[in-house]
T-cell receptor, first 117, second 114 residues
Framework: DAGVIQSPRHEVTEMGQEVTLRCKPI?????LFWYRQTMMRGLELLIY????????DSGMPEDRFSAKMPNASFSTLKIQPSEPRDSAVYFC???????????????FGSGTRLTVV | AQSVTQPDIHITVSEGASLELRCNYS??????LFWYVQSPGQGLQLLLK??????LVQGIKGFEAEFKRSQSSFNLRKPSVHWSDAAEYFC????????????FGQGTTLQVKP
């Protein structure tokens, strides 16, 4: 099991540029979550998908942010145009279906550290 | 509103001493509860989880947590801390076990003195 894979690990971009973050969830997991971590706001849920369908995007900061999950093995988070205040670590997490009342929890990727200058 | 609170931003303990990290939650019903650990520059690793049954749950790396419904708490404990335990610890809660929002506390940074 390779875990949740995120790319790139680090991204430095100039203000105004488009940024695309990528995530490959664990095979068999049917839920996928995008989080943002900053010193000021901690860990914030941006959006999550269940069976490739976006369920709740209320955490997406504004229209500059968009996320897609075209299939069960891939998701992207796009920021266009990027701004310095978007600088943060972005985490992807996935989870598998619960079996009865047993929950397996959420498995996190190593994150993408985004710096917008 | 649903929330998770970790009252202690930073804790320092001596190596070999016992540890307790506090977590309180505010939910309409008993949520699923989790503790995660994050080492610098790393992702979050699941330490343990609670969803029902025995209120004392065992996790990895010698950690345990106790669910107390009357206090809306889920405190993390370890009897003897090792230097490698220095990290940031997050308590989290979700309404369901895998498809709901996982809401995090602000985190507690643990420093271990030699």
């Amino acid at each position: 099991d390779a875990g949740v894979i995120q790319s790139p690990r680090h991204e430095v971009t100039e203000m105004g540029q488009e940024v695309t973050l990528r995530c490959k969830p664990i095979s068999g997991h049917n839920s996928l979550f995008w989080y943002r971590q900053t010193m000021m706001r901690g860990l914030e849920l941006l959006i999550y998908f269940n069976n490739n369908v976006p369920i709740d995007d209320s955490g997406m900061p504004e229209d500059r942010f968009s996320a897609k999950m075209p299939n069960a093995s891939f998701s992207t988070l796009k920021i266009q145009p990027s701004e310095p205040r978007d600088s943060a670590v972005y985490f992807c997490a996935s989870s598998r279906p619960a079996e009865g009342y047993h929950s397996y929890g959420y498995t996190f990727g190593s994150g993408t550290r985004l710096t917008v200058v | 509103a649903q929330s998770v609170t970790q009252p202690d931003i930073h804790i320092t303990v001596s190596e070999g001493a016992s540890l307790e990290l506090r977590c309180n939650y505010s939910y309409g019903a008993t949520p699923y509860l989790f503790w995660y650990v994050q080492s610098p520059g790393q992702g979050l690793q699941l330490l343990l989880k609670y969803f029902s049954g025995d209120t004392l749950v065992q996790g990895i790396k010698g950690f345990e947590a106790e669910f107390k419904r009357s206090q809306s708490s889920f405190n993390l404990r370890k009897p003897s801390v090792h230097w490698s335990d220095a990290a940031e610890y997050f308590c989290a809660a979700a309404r369901s076990g895998n498809t709901g929002k996982l809401i995090f506390g602000q985190g507690t940074t643990l420093q271990v003195k030699p």
